[in-house]
């Protein structure tokens, strides 16, 4: 039996100034943290999978940071887009040497798919009509393997208005077109900055904490939790099955703090 051990990690939001906090934790140092805590709380992974966020301030130094912190991973890392990133500098600096930007994949016995939901300038996310006929030929292609499909935003309510009224504005879309392949297994997306887990169909539906500070489930308004920066550790049986557990920091990083509520 071959399983694919992968680790998340999402919504880093880094910056130019690796000084730099957001809502009271240096975001670069609360990224380093997590990563050499999940590395030390699971295997040697076979891929990382980061779904967003990466960097804050659209620089390039940003991202730059990025692949440098990344790079104790040992292992290819795969990016997408949130909300706060800028997609043509990723796409220049995070689509080599290790890295890749969206597209697609094969992982061992399962495929994997990597979408753009980014809406320039706005907080809620939009699959394109070009990304979600590109989702369809890829599930076409990958129609005899089980499929992990991630994006930032994730397509299901989560529960909390004001997250969810900055969703992907076209979820019932995407999952209207996942309901055509069953293979699709597993979706996995950030943006929420915490832990969801949900069914539709037979895909498990997946959102995670970030790597610096997280919100609280189920609000109405933006409140900040007190949970420590966090991880994901994902399972990919051959079987199509996938076991997965949230790993978190054994402390807080900084002082987290509502400091702009209007930020996700
Ligand atoms: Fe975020």
Redesign the pocket.
């Given at each position: 039996m071959q399983t694919v051990q992968l680790l998340q990690v999402?919504?880093p939001?880094l910056f130019a100034d690796p000084a730099t906090e957001l809502y009271g934790v240096n975001t670069a140092e609360s990224l380093r943290l997590t990563l050499a805590a999940a590395l030390a709380d699971g295997p040697a992974p076979d891929a990382v999978l980061v779904t967003?966020?990466i960097g804050?301030d659209m620089s390039a130094a940003a991202y730059m940071h990025f692949k440098r912190a990344l790079a104790v991973c040992g292992a290819p890392v795969f990016c997408l887009p949130?909300?706060?990133d800028d997609p043509a500098l990723m796409t220049q600096l995070l689509n080599r040497g290790g890295f890749q930007y969206c597209g697609s994949a094969r992982l061992g016995p399962w495929g994997l798919v990597l979408l753009d939901t980014h809406v320039p300038g706005r907080p809620h996310g939009r699959l394109s009509g070009a990304e979600l006929e590109r989702l369809d030929a890829e599930l076409r292609a990958l129609h005899d393997v089980p499929v992990l499909v991630c994006l930032?935003h994730p397509p299901v309510p989560v529960g909390s208005a004001w997250l969810d009224g900055v969703g992907l504005l076209n979820g019932t879309e995407f999952l209207d077109l996942i309901d055509r392949h069953p293979n699709v297994r597993c979706v996995l997306a950030?943006?929420?900055?915490q832990a969801f887990d949900a069914q539709h169909g037979s895909a498990r539906i997946i959102a995670s904490p970030?790597t610096?500070a997280q919100f609280t489930p189920r609000t109405e308004r933006c409140v900040m939790d007190d949970r420590p920066p966090g991880y994901r550790w994902l399972s990919l049986h051959d079987d199509g099955a996938v076991s997965t557990r949230v790993g978190w920091l054994p402390q807080l990083v900084g002082s987290p703090r509502d400091e702009n509520e209007s930020?996700?």
């Amino acid at each position: 039996m071959q399983t694919v051990q992968l680790l998340q990690v999402t919504d880093p939001h880094l910056f130019a100034d690796p000084a730099t906090e957001l809502y009271g934790v240096n975001t670069a140092e609360s990224l380093r943290l997590t990563l050499a805590a999940a590395l030390a709380d699971g295997p040697a992974p076979d891929a990382v999978l980061v779904t967003g966020d990466i960097g804050d301030d659209m620089s390039a130094a940003a991202y730059m940071h990025f692949k440098r912190a990344l790079a104790v991973c040992g292992a290819p890392v795969f990016c997408l887009p949130g909300n706060h990133d800028d997609p043509a500098l990723m796409t220049q600096l995070l689509n080599r040497g290790g890295f890749q930007y969206c597209g697609s994949a094969r992982l061992g016995p399962w495929g994997l798919v990597l979408l753009d939901t980014h809406v320039p300038g706005r907080p809620h996310g939009r699959l394109s009509g070009a990304e979600l006929e590109r989702l369809d030929a890829e599930l076409r292609a990958l129609h005899d393997v089980p499929v992990l499909v991630c994006l930032h935003h994730p397509p299901v309510p989560v529960g909390s208005a004001w997250l969810d009224g900055v969703g992907l504005l076209n979820g019932t879309e995407f999952l209207d077109l996942i309901d055509r392949h069953p293979n699709v297994r597993c979706v996995l997306a950030g943006h929420v900055h915490q832990a969801f887990d949900a069914q539709h169909g037979s895909a498990r539906i997946i959102a995670s904490p970030s790597t610096c500070a997280q919100f609280t489930p189920r609000t109405e308004r933006c409140v900040m939790d007190d949970r420590p920066p966090g991880y994901r550790w994902l399972s990919l049986h051959d079987d199509g099955a996938v076991s997965t557990r949230v790993g978190w920091l054994p402390q807080l990083v900084g002082s987290p703090r509502d400091e702009n509520e209007s930020r996700r």
